[in-house]
């Protein structure tokens, strides 16, 4: 939704993950490495601007893979968009062996749900997002199934439902932040959930605040009203707006 405005300036390239969308499922049965997307999008990155530092654009897991990548070639990302893409919760050490066990005992017990029909998956998509219009979700309902026995069902690899076994520590993300030398926007929504995923019993605002500190000096953060955390699906127009006037920048 976000191409559509900004594909009469810019040349875009929106990929679906390894395991996700489109895209071929893994043939490991233990699931994800997360540092795979990485390597994904230095391939794509390389083969479509091999001279040319890129302009990304990042939501969520999308988000946290663009700055761990604009940290670790920070010659290969000219301007960073990060929307809700600033970290989960930092897990303490003693919590490793709960998730090395759980990620084994979980190995093949994972799968998705069949729907009736396709307005039956794009009515649970928008029970998921309030923001989301009934045309988007039927469009994201298209593109993200497949026709099955009984019904559609989400295409994406049921191995990505697996916790991950290792743990994810700030303190082994924040360098790879302060080291992005591209331009950086952070972009947060009015009507976040984020609160759920990174905070136990912190300020929700105050550790946003602590995070967002640790991006480049100069970065600028806002927050787009009228949107929950899909930004990208709420507020596509007002989105791609933001990002072509900090394009120009």
């Not at 300036?9 to 795979?36: K, V």
């Not at 530092?53 to 663009?66: P, R």
Request: with cysteine; net charge neutral; proline share 5%.
């Amino acid at each position: 939704f976000v191409c559509r405005h900004l594909e009469a300036d810019y040349y875009c390239i929106a990929p679906d993950f390894r395991g996700m969308g489109q895209s071929e499922h893994s043939a490991s049965p233990l699931g994800y490495f997360f540092f795979e997307y990485l390597a994904d999008v230095h391939v794509l990155f390389r083969h479509f601007s091999p001279d040319q530092a890129v302009w990304v654009l990042g939501h969520s897991m999308g988000g946290n893979v663009a700055a761990l990548y604009a940290g670790s070639y920070p010659d290969r990302v000219s301007h960073f968009i990060n929307i809700e893409g600033f970290g989960i919760f930092d897990m303490p050490p003693d919590l490793g062996p709960k998730r090395v066990r759980q990620w084994i005992d979980e190995l093949g017990t994972k799968s998705f749900q069949v729907y009736k029909s396709l307005d039956a998956l794009a009515s649970r998509l928008r029970e998921s997002n309030r923001y989301l219009t009934e045309d988007r979700s039927l469009f994201l309902a298209k593109h993200l199934s497949r026709q099955v026995d009984g019904g559609f069902q989400i295409t994406a690899d049921p191995k990505h439902k697996y916790v991950n076994p290792y743990l994810f520590q700030l303190n082994n993300v924040y360098p790879f932040w302060r080291r992005i030398e591209a331009k950086c926007l952070l972009i947060s929504a009015e009507h976040t959930n984020m609160q759920h995923w990174i905070t136990e019993d912190q300020d929700f605002k105050a550790e946003m605040a602590r995070r967002l500190k640790h991006f480049p000096e100069g970065a600028r953060h806002i927050e787009i009203p009228g949107a929950g955390h899909m930004v990208h699906h709420d507020q596509p127009e007002v989105l791609a707006r933001i990002a072509k006037e900090f394009l120009k920048t």
